[in-house]
């Protein structure tokens, strides 16, 4: 017999991506084609202004369902899911068989069609978006539910149930999986105008209804098994959040009876006494767990697991790219199975499939050995295929023994192994780093050698990156321009931007990053230890996705990577002209991490590589040295008690890169969210000269920081304005910015700049903004 297999979810995203590139047309207003989507639309011969019709959309979608049930099918699958499509986001797939359309998309009841559910994802020609934010610690974005005593819940999308019938009529039954009622709870807001402090969780009793009859509708049609995603149990819940479960199954019970009845979780470990409000759930027979990312997981289970349950382990990794160790994860099945006894164990990723690449068969450019050590989606359920087949006494010898080969293989590989980076990284753990003199002395000295005004102005990096420029960047890389013609290219884009800058007046430039194409992939790709794929795209949000690098091997930096750019644009200025690198910890967050090491010793290891950088930009004469942490908070762990580790760390790797410098030497930061104030401290701790932050989607948040007293040194530039926008700010509206972040910053360390990089935004709406900008903080010097 072949176990089931679970949590296959999105098997071809690649297909997925081409879906979304369809609604994507279909339901915003031309965007303009990024690389990725071209492609598919060169193949189909569609250009980017062509608007599919509805049913176009419903066929690519149909399509990509039957390929992934058939392929789960021929592989022998027991428990195939189904809903696990989605046009957008499966968040906004449960608001919307809730009925819980927030009032300002005018819907007026019924079924839910595109229009609707569109509108809500991206916002329509007079309402804007719901909000979207990150899923757990996953770089995907759901839609955010704003819920409040005034929602009227209908079952307004029948989704759930067409999909399970789907299959079926295709002679597949499915397990249908549904978010879980109080997750969904737990990750929704308060609606506008609804207090912050209400209470979610009284909507249980509203929202349980419109479970029961979804329940009810696929018992109907024939359903066996139902999976429900609770994953919120691996986070710190608070007792009445843990009682709002078991009240939830309680009240679900009578429902699910005649249903076998799936809870999964993931991402982390369950906490002990979730555990045991999880396993005393009424009416459930089987429980899902993340064997990857949750260590303790496994002595919870072995501490007390409900005899005649199903446990559903997940044991190969859902969130990377690399081969499962088939020896260690048997021998774990088989512990596990010893425990729950045989036919109650089932074999599964750790989480649902989607947040890693789907194929390598899709990499012809990969490097044979270093393609043996990956497994991306299509692999990954082969392995779970082969490790159920293993625990069932049909193993497949021939396969696990190419995967142990492939395992000692990268063991061992000297392409993995560099012994002096090892070494150099092992001695900083437990050291500390930091600048000999303290930021207030040093901004004196930095000071006396630029000679900048009060409220400096200054922007995060890049310049708009025009087609004609990615065009040049594109022809460099096929090698049909010489390199000779790309450096005359890129340093006649510099000059320009230079001088768009100095007619701006601003004081501290930048060169606009023209020969960067994403701020993670330019250091990756002169760093030993990285690999790159062709297609492992990785959905992010909507039809947008990104392709993270792979870290294989120990890092080190072969040669300089940015003092050629950095100082043919100060040779063009007489202002400081800022060197501008990517920090280890968002080239960390942003990549596909080896597994084989601790997440710290690799950014230890990029934390050397950078420092190598930085010292050489200042050798080179570049006195003002940016080294970006956009991606520092969002790799905070899920669980609290492992936030201080996790800051201890990131902010040392931080602190590496530039511990060498000399006072005289001023080293910005910048980073990408407004919410810092959980983690103030570490953010001072990093003890940069200077910090540049997204803020002015909400001046309050940052600002009542300081205002609570937060003692503050370093220079600060809170952004006066939201590059996300085209709208292009007025000076009034910029100084009425600054004058509040006066009223609770230090004069001498406030600067002015935008929130974030130039990238996106057209020149028509950077030149004005920019001009304002700094007539702004022109206007206030003379007021100070
Ligand atoms: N220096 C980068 C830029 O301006 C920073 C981007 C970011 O913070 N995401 O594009
Ligand atoms: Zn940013």
Redesign the pocket.
Known sequence: TIFPINNAYNLFAKSRHQLLSISNALYKEPVPVTPRFSLFRKNNGVSHCWIPPAEDLQKVAADLRISIWKQMTDAGIKYIPSNTFSYYDQVLDTTAMLGAVPTRYSWTGGEIGFDTYFSMARGNASVPAMEMTKWFDTNYHFIVPELGPDVKFSYASHKAVDEYKEAKSLGVDTVPVLIGPVTYLLLSKPAKGVEKTFPLLSLLDKILPIYKEVISELKAAGASWIQFDEPTLVKDLESHQLEAFTKAYAELESSLSGLNVLIETYFADVPADAFKTLTALKGVSAFGFDLVRGTQTLELIKGGFPSGKYLFAGVVDGRNIWANDLASSLSILQTLEGIVGKGKLVVSTSSSLLHTAVDLVNETKLDTEIKSWLAFAAQKVVEVNALAKGLAGQKDEAFFSANAEAQASRKSSPRVNNEAVQKAAAALKGSDHRRATNVSARLDTQQKKLNLPILPTTT???FPQTIELRRVRREYKAKKISEEEYVNAIKEEISKVVKIQEELDIDVLVHG?PERND?VEYFGEQLSGFAFTANGWVQSYGSRCVKPPIIYGDVSRPKPMTVFWSTAAQSMTKRPMKG?LTGPVTILNWSFVRNDQPRFETCYQIALAIKDEVEDLEKAGITVIQI?E?ALREGLPLRKSEHAFYLDWAVHSFRITNVGVQDTTQIHT?M?YSNFNDIIHSIIDMDADVITIENSRSDEKLLSVFREGVKYGAGIGPGVYDIHSPRIPSTEEIADRINKMLAVLETNILWVNPD??L?TRKYAEVKPALQNMVAAAKQLRTQL
């Open positions: 995060i990096g890049s990053e701020m501008m970006d956009a910048h990408c974030c990089g990238k």
